[in-house]
């Protein structure tokens, strides 16, 4: 059974250990064997120090085939900063990387409705710019060029949701959407 590590910012939400515990059973669901920050393995009661923490999923990282990344916009217009590491991690370790949005938006899109909404976006100069004079990414991918790019280079595929679902930091349309297609690929 191949292992998936599961990456994204669920372990801070108020019921993560019910969240997480729906992931793991998805992914056992669709054939994979679950690991990262909610895995079984890291369901304890005992308080664990930073150190420890990273540990062990830098472990899980190095151990898993395959990584699953949530990269929903989290307290801001772009995904959790410790999921887009680990989603380098596993780039960097070689590894085919997918990833699922439940934010149809394009990134820039979500820029320009957070930094500047309502201000004048200047487009003459080939590059939308705020007001500020600063460029605004407009590639029309679901994160910042270097996450996209970096999971499509490794083969995998980011899913994105084509509507904003209720509770997009639980919904999990899209994380099934793409289990399903990683289970049916010949790359894992």
Known sequence: MP????AGPEVFLPDALAVMAEKRRLAR???FEPTGPGSDENQTPVKR???EIYARNDDAMRRADVCLANITPFRGVSADAGTVYEIGFMIALAKVVFAYTNHPD???LRVRAEWYAGQAIDETSGRPRGPDGVAIENHGMADNLM???GIEAT???VFRAATLPAD?????SIFTQALEAIASTTAV
């Open 168 to 172: 997009p930091s639980r919904d999990l």
């Open 49 to 51: 120090t930073a150190a």
């Open 29 to 31: 669901q669709y054939g």
């Open 106 to 108: 394009d990134y820039g």
């Open 147 to 149: 996450i996209d790019g």
């Open 3 to 6: 292992t998936i590590y599961l």
């Open 155 to 157: 083969g995998g595929r």
